[in-house]
């Protein structure tokens, strides 16, 4: 791992635009690496990851147990509901009211799931997540359900001008607070390619997974999603 190089040109970003380094968090990505990588980032300290699939994240958390919190990063699907809510301490992937209903119902309590709202902001194929113009709807809506606790959104630049996307996503998270009358602290922008650009921008939390751990030795479709 690369820890300590990562953790430094993220702090040097912050500091250059004139932003305590520990207002950004670093979530390590484990998608596609083996339990053997979870062990050494738990071993290291690391104590909440990311992962995209349901079922990769169930079998490596029946290998390491149940010290790590994990952020489930990708596409929410509506047969994995109740598993990924009794895996996943945080979903940051959530991009439809109808499913953040669902998902509140299938949450047994009694502490509301943290949740963040997904933004499409690049008007690219095959991407999920709410565009801007539905944002305060949907976050609304899930602001109202009883299971879930709305912190902030999560969004995937595209890779010509990602600071874009980023500067829209905060701007949207800054009406999304007026509308709601609340803050809403988590901004999670920023991957291996692009989090320099994003932190920049104000994100609180960026995702690593590459630069962290190395090319994943596994294709992302090995355990079936």
């Not at 709807?137 to 010509?160: C, D, F, H, K, N």
């Amino acid at each position: 791992m690369r820890l300590e190089e990562l953790r430094a040109r993220i702090a040097a970003v912050a500091t250059g635009a004139g932003r305590d380094p520990k207002s950004v968090a670093l979530l390590p990505v484990t998608k596609g690496h083996p339990v053997e990588t979870v062990r050494a980032a738990v071993a290291a300290g690391l104590l909440e990851l990311g992962e995209n699939y349901v079922q990769e994240c169930q079998a490596k958390q029946d290998e390491v147990g149940r010290r790590v919190r994990w952020h489930l990063l990708g596409h929410l699907q509506r047969n994995k509901l109740r598993r990924a809510v009794r895996l996943f301490s945080v979903i940051e992937s959530l991009d439809e009211a109808d499913l953040a209903g669902s998902l509140s119902a299938a949450n047994p309590g009694p502490e509301p799931l943290p949740v963040l709202l997904e933004l499409e902001l690049t008007g690219l194929p095959r991407r999920t997540g709410v565009p801007a113009d539905d944002a305060e709807r949907v976050a609304e809506r899930i602001a109202a359900l009883p299971g879930l606790s709305l912190q902030g959104l999560m969004t995937v630049a595209a890779p010509e001008w990602p600071e874009r996307e980023f500067s829209r996503c905060r701007e949207v998270a800054a009406a999304l607070e007026r509308a709601l009358g609340r803050r809403l602290p988590v901004l999670s922008m920023g991957m291996s390619h692009d989090f320099e650009a994003a932190v920049a921008e104000g994100s609180t939390e960026v995702r690593i997974g590459t630069l962290l751990f190395g090319p994943r030795p596994q294709p992302p479709s090995a355990f079936g999603g």
